[in-house]
């Protein structure tokens, strides 16, 4: 789903020029994403522009797999659009989770945003996502919910389209989590680079789809303590950099 791009009361003035490998980083997330499975026609991720961080880098609204470098737009954290060429370019409508969330969280430099399939039972039900798989010991930071009803009422869409209901969500979010469940929509998941974001919402997607398998065994789980949560996440942030390099290389041998 997407909003037409509309103009700033106030431009300023467009940034030096992106490295190359910056923008092809966020081609490959995109692509990658959907190969995984983690988003289908839907979903967006965004990086933190590493040249003035009060702006962030998205696609255009389109679908993921789709992405290529001329699709890659800069928004302020208003999420609105800094450049004059691209005014009237598509925007994705829930592009506040993005900006309201960098606002929140100087720690964060990347987001993903989706409907990661098996993630979304874990958002209408009792049973809590819990890590057991060590790649995704940053579920030990927290895995809050978001319920859209306590914040917008009945009869909503479920999506965040506002940048008020973006700033609930990274409030939810809070300070250390890297996970927020979005009830009978999806998830929304932070990283401190691009490699580990994109890596933070595979393994969610993964992490959910064995507890789910665990369940069905039956019988108690033997989930990962939080301290065995903590120090596999500090493991991850390094590791990370392997799966990196393989799905960038994969995602851009297509242009």
């Known amino acids: ?37 983690v988003f289908d026609a839907f979903g967006h991720v965004s990086v933190r522009d590493p040249r003035n961080p009060r702006r962030y880098l998205i696609s255009r609204s389109i679908a993921p797999e789709s992405v290529a470098a001329a699709d890659i737009l800069v928004l302020d954290l208003d999420s609105q659009t800094v450049d004059a060429k691209d005014d009237g370019k598509p925007l994705y409508r829930e592009r506040f989770i993005h900006g309201e969330i960098y606002k929140a969280r100087p720690d964060v430099n ?106 069905t065994i039956g019988g108690p789980i033997n989930f990962m303590t939080r301290a065995e949560a903590l120090t596999a996440n500090d493991a991850m942030l390094r590791a990370s950099a392997r799966p990196w390099a393989l799905w960038r290389k994969k995602a851009l041998e297509e242009r």
């Open 1 to 37: 789903m997407n909003v037409k791009s509309k103009p700033p009361h106030r431009r300023r003035r467009p940034e030096g020029r992106l490295d190359r490998a910056f923008v092809d980083d966020l081609v490959a997330a995109n692509r990658t994403l959907a190969r995984l499975g």
């Open 110 to 215: 990347a987001v993903v945003h989706s409907h990661s399939p098996t993630v979304v039972p874990f958002t209408v039900t009792r049973a809590k996502l819990r890590p057991l798989l060590h790649n995704a010991g940053f579920l030990g930071l927290g895995v809050p919910l978001f319920e859209i009803r306590r914040h917008a009422g009945d009869g909503t869409d479920l999506m965040i389209l506002t940048p008020n209901l973006g700033k609930d969500l990274a409030k939810q979010l809070g300070k250390h989590a890297a996970v927020v469940l979005m009830r009978g929509h999806g998830d929304s998941v932070v990283g401190p680079s691009l490699p580990n974001a994109v890596f933070r919402a595979y393994y969610t997607e993964i992490n959910a789809r064995q507890q789910l398998q665990a369940i």
